[in-house]
C-alpha cells in the first residue's frame, strides 16, 4: 500500500471515531435513562453529577426536580457529559444499584430526589467515600454525620400558606357571591401519605386559608402513593362528593385537578402550574426551585469546599416559590394580600406555625417534643415550640410537624 493510500485510509479511520465518540459523549441521558460521559474539567476540580428521580417528568414532582438541574447544571457550565438522569427509580434496592452505577461511570457527586431513596443512598455513600451524595427530603444526614452524606429540603409551609391564602381569598369570593355559605368552606386535600412532610404541607395550607376565611374548615385523605393518577383523581372526586368546595393536593399526578376542571371546583396543585390543562379552575400552585441547591452543591465541588450536612432553603432565598396567579379564576384582591403576607413572612413579623392560630383537642400548644434527631422508633427528643411558636425545618432542613389541629378531619373518619 501506498503512503498517500495509508494516509487516506487513516484519515478516514480518525473521521469515523471522532464521529463514533461525538455519538457516545453528547447526551445526559439514553433511552433507558442512562447515561455516559467521562466529564471534564469545570473550575478547580473535575464534577461529573448523577441525578436519580423516583418518577419521570410526567411527575410534577420529579419533573420540578428534572428541569432545576437541568438549569443549575446549565447555569454552572457543565457539559452534556458532565450529568446523567436516571429516571423511574424505585425506592428500593433499585435506587442502590442506580447509585453504584452512577459511581461506576465516574460521578462524583449524586443526588436523589425522594424521601424513601435515602438509605439505600447511606449504604452507597458508607461504601465510597470519595464520593459527595446529596439527598432531599432525608432525616438522617445530621445524626449519622458523615463527611459525604447531606440532605436537603426548604421551608415549603411558606409556600403552601401563601397557597393556602389564595384559596382562602377565593372561598371568601364564593361566600360573597352566595355560591356557597360560609359553614360550607369546605378544603379537600389529596394527600398522599400520612408523613410528617405532608401534615406540615396541608396544615400550613389551611393556616394560610383561615388566616383570611375564618369558617374555612378541611377534609383529608392519603392515597398511599406518591403517584397514582386514579386514587388521585377518585379521592378527588370522593372529597367533593362529601361537600369540599376547593381541593389541594401533595401528590404528583394530574388526577385530582382534571377531576376539578371537569366539576368546575377550585384546584390548587403543586409543584407546578397546571393552568393549560385547567384553565377555568386553576388557582396557583406552591413549589420548590432546587436551582439553588443544585447550583450550590455543584459549585461546592468545583471549588473543593465542604457541603452543608443539613441545608434549608427558604421564601427570602428563592428556594420556595409561587407561580402565577391564574387571573381569570383568583379572587379579586388576591395579588395584594399575597405581597403583604410574603413580606411578613419574610420579614420575620408572622410565622406559619404561630400556636396563637391553632389549637390541638381545644388547647394552646405551649411546647411539643419532635422526632428531630430522627432513630429507629422515632422517639420524640426536642422541644421544637419557643417564641409562641413552632420552629419548622430550623432544627433540621426535613419537615417534623406531625400534628393533626383542630378543623382538619379525615375523610375516612368521617363516613
Known sequence: MSKKILSVVLALVLCILSLFAVSCGNGKTGGDGTGEGTGAQQGGNKVKVGFIFLHDQNSTYDKNFMDAAEAA????????????????????????????????????????????????????????????????????????????FHNAFASIYEGRYLAGVVAGMKLNEMIEDGTIKAD??????????????????????????????????????????????????????????????????????????????????????????????????????????????????????????????????????GSVKLTELNTSAVAEGTAAKLEEVRTALENGSLHVFDTSKFTVGGQTLTEYMADVDTDAAFTPDTNVISDGYFHESEKRSAPYFDIIIDGITRLDQNG
Open 184 to 317: 360550607e368552606a369546605k378544603i379537600g386535600y389529596v394527600g398522599a401519605w400520612p408523613y410528617a412532610e405532608v401534615i406540615s404541607g396541608f396544615t400550613s395550607f389551611f393556616l394560610g386559608a383561615r388566616s383570611v376565611c375564618a369558617s374555612a374548615t378541611m377534609e383529608v385523605n392519603f392515597t398511599s402513593s406518591w403517584f397514582d393518577v386514579n386514587a388521585e383523581r377518585d379521592m378527588a372526586n370522593a372529597l367533593m362528593d362529601h361537600g369540599c368546595k376547593l381541593i389541594s393536593q401533595h401528590a404528583d399526578s394530574m388526577g385530582a385537578p382534571s377531576a376539578c376542571e371537569e366539576r368546575g371546583v377550585p384546584n390548587v396543585s403543586y409543584n407546578g402550574s397546571t393552568l393549560e390543562s385547567c384553565p377555568n379552575t386553576f388557582l396557583v400552585s406552591s413549589r420548590i426551585d432546587w436551582q439553588p441547591y443544585f447550583e450550590y452543591i455543584i459549585g461546592a465541588m468545583k471549588n473543593g469546599t465542604a457541603i452543608d450536612t443539613d441545608w434549608t432553603g427558604t421564601l427570602k432565598n
Open 73 to 148: 447544571c446549565k447555569a454552572a457550565g457543565l457539559s452534556e457529559d458532565q450529568y446523567i438522569f436516571r429516571v423511574n427509580v424505585p425506592e428500593g434496592n433499585e435506587c442502590k444499584v442506580a447509585a453504584e452505577d452512577l459511581v461506576d461511570q465516574g460521578c462524583n457527586l449524586i443526588f436523589a430526589d425522594s424521601f424513601g431513596h435515602e438509605e439505600f443512598i447511606l449504604a452507597v455513600a458508607k461504601e465510597h467515600p470519595e464520593v459527595q451524595f446529596c439527598h432531599a427530603t432525608g432525616t438522617m444526614a445530621h445524626t449519622e454525620k458523615l463527611a459525604n
